[in-house]
């Protein structure tokens, strides 16, 4: 299959590229690089656009010499304080820019696009927990209701096109390759200032409890939807709900610093509780989540390991 990710040299969508050149498919990758990084791609054998998903022509021009069958879509301003901070360079990205996604992948003939949805976002404070999928849709920064909109479009287009998709809400994702430098990622912001022997900040009293769900489990969810799960959206998390001071102490049992966290504010729009329920993938894909919060911190701790070593080495 010929699969374009769009947001592929980031985070998770590099994770997916492996995977699906793992599968044996086909693999392209679109991507601006405002926070994805070509080293995350390195030893993948993937034919790379450097595109912004806001330049219409320049979208529809790799669509056009790829011709993707599916489309992964990952590029996102993906934080929500940037949102909160530039909601119409977050709605340029994350509605234009998906618009300019679905109208190239009709132009072409794209089968399916698979779309980057936010769990931690779109349900907002929901008093339903653990939240599944047909909770309501309650978001509270700009960047839930971009997601919430951006799924509302696969929607339309698949109405008005026959363009067919999946949805994934993800929980907070974690693993190796994870920027330390944004807020969504916890397990990388203290896994990297533990190992540079700096105290990480814990926001309120760090038992407000989240979804942390390893970017593996992510991306087997991705390849399943390649030829499953039309039509629907599905929560991805780890369907428990675990505390900041519990993350802490997990990296802290593997990592043996003896460092103590610091306490700080509660931060705007936090909530006590959030998790999600994974009860409709496992019944209609068979999807679990595989790895465990202690097995998980294992790669990611030794990535960040490496990138420290390689920070102290380079200077
Ligand atoms: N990490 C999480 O916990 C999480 C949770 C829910 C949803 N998501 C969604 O998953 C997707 C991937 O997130 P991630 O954590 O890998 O973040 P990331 O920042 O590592 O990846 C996003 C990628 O998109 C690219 N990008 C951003 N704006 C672009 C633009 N205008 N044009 C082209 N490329 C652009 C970036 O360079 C980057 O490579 C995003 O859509 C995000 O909203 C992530």
Redesign the pocket.
């Known amino acids: 299959m010929r699969i374009l990710i ?2 592929g ?5 590099s994770h997916l590229a492996d995977h699906f050149l793992a599968a044996g498919h086909e693999v392209a990758v ?7 990084k070509l080293e995350n791609l390195a030893g993948a054998r993937v034919m790379f656009f450097q ?4 330049d219409k022509a320049a979208v529809m021009a790799a669509f056009e010499q790829f011709k993707p069958e599916v489309v992964s879509h ?5 934080s929500v304080k940037g949102s909160t901070d530039n909601p119409t360079y977050d709605a340029q ?1 994350n509605v234009l ?1 998906l618009i300019n996604v679905l109208e190239a992948a009709v132009a072409v003939k794209a089968r399916k696009v698979i779309f ?5 976002t779109v349900y907002g404070d929901s008093p339903i927990i653990p939240s599944p999928e047909d909770a309501p849709l309650l978001p509270m920064s700009p960047y839930g209701i971009t ?1 919430m909109v951006g799924e509302h479009y696969l929607g339309y287009f698949h109405q008005a096109f026959g363009l067919d998709y999946t949805v994934f809400r ?1 929980g ?2 974690y693993g190796p390759r ?2 330390p430098h944004g807020e ?2 916890v397990v990388a912001i203290f896994a990297k200032k533990l190992m540079r022997g700096e105290a990480p900040i814990i926001h309120w009293d760090g038992e407000q409890r989240k979804d942390y769900v390893h970017v593996k489990d992510v991306a087997r969810a991705n390849v399943l939807a390649l030829t499953g799960g039309s039509g629907h959206a599905f929560n991805i998390g780890s369907g428990v709900a675990t505390s900041v001071n519990e993350l802490f102490a997990g990296l802290e049992l593997q990592l043996q610093t003896g460092i103590m966290p610091h306490y700080g504010p509660k931060r705007e729009g936090d909530v006590r509780l959030s998790y999600l329920s994974v009860d409709k993938i496992a019944d209609r894909l068979g999807w679990r989540p595989q790895v465990g919060l202690a097995d998980g911190m294992v790669d990611t701790v030794a990535y960040f390991r490496q990138q420290v070593a390689r920070e102290v080495t380079t200077g």
């Open positions: 769009t947001g040299a980031g985070f998770i969508g679109l991507d601006n690089l405002v926070s994805g595109v912004d998903i806001r990952h590029a996102a301003q993906m990205c820019g980057a949805s936010s769990g931690g997601k993800y907070n994702v994870q920027d969504a990622g």
